[in-house]
């Protein structure tokens, strides 16, 4: 069993092409439509923790084991009162933690899409910044059918992605929806015949990977900073902080500390 970040993959594939700057994380259960349980979500915590460490790798690829699905959300066998239950019997919903880590993630992360993308599943790959679909792709939420819902990103994002009206009619009906259809709405930036999924995400993610990764988290961080409120403006603030300290003026206040003198910041200058 392949190990990552000390963890066993069980649940998940784990891939990264270093020359080409791409990892590529995938939902390995395709008999119950890729549901992801506890384990599942630890471990691809672990493989998103791995990517966003490496630095030879720029964008993320989030997918479902074989074509039927990208991910049906929560395994409702193993639902128990509170969350979804694994080994440890305690009832989780680290869904949640994934999301914001694939949100926080500098690193453009790509939602790659066959057959259904629905409940929890749904959320993923709107939490995603880009989503490319198959033809075969279905999307939707359908809390409301199993007695579950996300009032988190699932609500807030997806009305910001696709509007108010929208995103009610999407999970007041839970119904499901095509590829065309979710291209329509704004959910998926492009879909593409089921047989060249792999290669267009491949475009798109080596078109990424040789603009400025600097730009590119700099503007993930402040396209995601108008809605995430506190904990938006403190990532995007923290990138400023990382980008003044590569700077002379900068360094001119820690070099001066650790020297014990004044610090001299004289000789940069007040721009208007
Ligand atoms: C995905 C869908 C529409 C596929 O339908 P179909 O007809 O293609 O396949 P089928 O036969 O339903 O599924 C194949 C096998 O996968 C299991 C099924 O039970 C079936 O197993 P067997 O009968 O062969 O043993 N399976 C599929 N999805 C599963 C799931 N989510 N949990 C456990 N087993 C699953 C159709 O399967 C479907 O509607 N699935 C359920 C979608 C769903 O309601 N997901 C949960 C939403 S709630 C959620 O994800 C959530 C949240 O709202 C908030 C926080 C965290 C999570």
Redesign the pocket.
């Known amino acids: 069993v392949p190990e990552v970040q000390g963890q066993r993959l069980e649940e998940v594939l784990y891939a990264k092409a270093t020359t080409d700057g791409i990892a590529k994380v995938t939902i390995n259960r395709p008999?119950?439509?890729n549901?992801f349980t506890p384990l599942t979500v630890t471990e691809m915590g672990c493989c998103f923790n791995d990517a966003q460490n490496d630095p030879n790798i720029g964008v993320i690829i989030l997918t479902g084991q074989g074509t039927?699905?990208f991910c049906?959300?929560?395994?409702?066998?193993v639902r128990g009162h509170g969350g979804?239950v694994g080994a440890d019997s305690i009832p989780r919903?680290n869904?949640?933690d994934l999301q914001l880590q694939i949100r926080r993630c500098p690193k453009p992360v790509v939602a790659m899409v066959a057959g259904?993308a629905?409940?929890?599943?749904h959320v993923l790959h709107m939490v995603c910044d880009l989503t490319i679909s198959a033809d075969n792709g279905?999307f939707g939420q359908?809390?409301p059918?199993?007695g579950?819902?996300?009032a988190g990103y699932?609500s807030a994002h997806m009305a910001r992605l696709i509007g108010q009206k929208r995103a009610r009619e999407m999970w007041f009906l839970a119904r499901?929806y095509s590829a065309q259809d979710a291209y329509g709405m704004g959910l998926v930036n492009k879909v593409v015949p089921l047989a060249e999924l792999e290669t267009e995400t491949l475009i798109w993610c080596r078109e990424m990977v040789r603009n400025s990764p600097t730009a590119i988290r700099l503007l993930k961080s402040a396209l995601n900073a108008a809605e995430d409120g506190q904990a938006g403006l403190m990532a995007l603030g923290g990138e400023a902080t990382g980008l003044f300290y590569q700077t002379e003026e900068g360094n001119e206040g820690r070099r001066s500390f650790m020297e014990k003198r004044a610090p001299d910041f004289r000789r940069f200058p007040r721009l208007p």
Do not use: I, N
């Open positions: 008999h119950k439509r549901a039927e699905a049906s959300g929560g395994d409702q066998s979804y919903l869904v949640l259904y629905v409940g929890g599943g279905v359908t809390g059918k199993v579950s819902f996300d699932g499901l």
